[in-house]
């Protein structure tokens, strides 16, 4: 079965500083895609970035930076110099097609309260 | 508009009622999911269209629940006889992509039910 792991419930911190969001990830999958969606208080999810199974270079994208580790099942994110902007729920989603077919499995979300 | 839409954006009902949710995915899009959100969790498939094939209703929790998209772009999911557990919010997302859905998805701002 896959699974995906958000440890962390909420995370709060102070404006600029550095904070890292960890994913730990479970599928029996050899080719499988990794997601990282924000659902900011409005409720849409928006996309942030996607990452296949073959391809572990880190990924950088202004403030935000993606770990991908095959050897721990891991995808973390971490944002740099927090803005209030990046309080959302950030969920982290896992897609292969072998064993979970057309579905999607998310995480159950870690909460970022950044504060002025 | 250029996003997903979905209607109405919140929906009360009496359990026992019947409930239909309205989703219109970004034209174009091949691909169209429907989740189910509980509160502080994350998104949990239902259902999958290919056009107008439903090709993956693994994720539909009983009979009660049914999604339809006859021409291949508005989507319905229909809850019948509702119950208190069926209290979340229904999210629609669509995707430009053929199966597998490996792409980003794009995410509507959800129907939030409430069934007293």
């Known amino acids: 079965a896959q699974k995906v792991t958000q440890a962390q419930t909420e995370i709060s911190v102070v404006e600029k500083e550095d904070v890292t969001l960890d994913c730990v990830y479970e599928?029996?999958?050899?080719?499988?895609?990794l997601f990282w969606y924000k659902q900011p208080p409005s409720g849409e999810l928006v996309f942030l970035i996607r990452?296949?199974?073959?391809?572990?270079q880190n990924e950088i994208s202004g403030r935000y930076s993606w770990n991908f580790q095959k050897s721990t099942s891991s995808f973390n994110f971490t944002i740099t110099a927090s803005q209030v902007v990046d309080s959302a729920v950030y969920f982290c989603?896992?897609?292969?097609?072998?064993?979970?077919?057309?579905?999607?499995?998310f995480g159950a979300g870690t909460r970022l309260f950044v504060k002025a | 508009g250029a996003g997903v839409s979905q209607s109405p954006r919140y929906k009360v009902a009496k359990r026992g009622q019947d409930v239909a949710l309205r989703c219109d995915p970004i034209?174009?899009?091949?691909?169209l999911f429907w989740y189910q959100q509980a509160l502080g969790q994350g998104p949990e498939f239902l259902t999958y269209?290919?056009?107008?094939?439903?090709?993956?209703k693994s994720g539909l929790p009983s009979d009660r629940f049914f999604a339809e998209r006859p021409e291949g772009s508005v989507s319905t999911l229909k809850i019948q006889r509702t119950q208190q557990e069926d209290s979340a919010v229904y999210l629609c997302?669509?995707?430009?992509?053929?199966?597998?859905?490996?792409?980003?998805?794009?995410f509507g701002p959800g129907t939030r039910l409430t069934v007293l």
């Open positions: 997302a669509s995707s430009l992509s053929r199966p597998p859905p490996y792409n980003e998805q794009f």
């Open positions: 599928t029996r999958d050899t080719t499988y895609y």
């Open positions: 990452r296949n199974s073959f391809d572990e």
């Open positions: 989603a896992l897609s292969g097609f072998e064993t979970g077919g057309f579905k999607t499995i």
């Open positions: 034209s174009g899009h091949v691909s």
């Open positions: 269209f290919q056009n107008e094939a439903q090709l993956d």
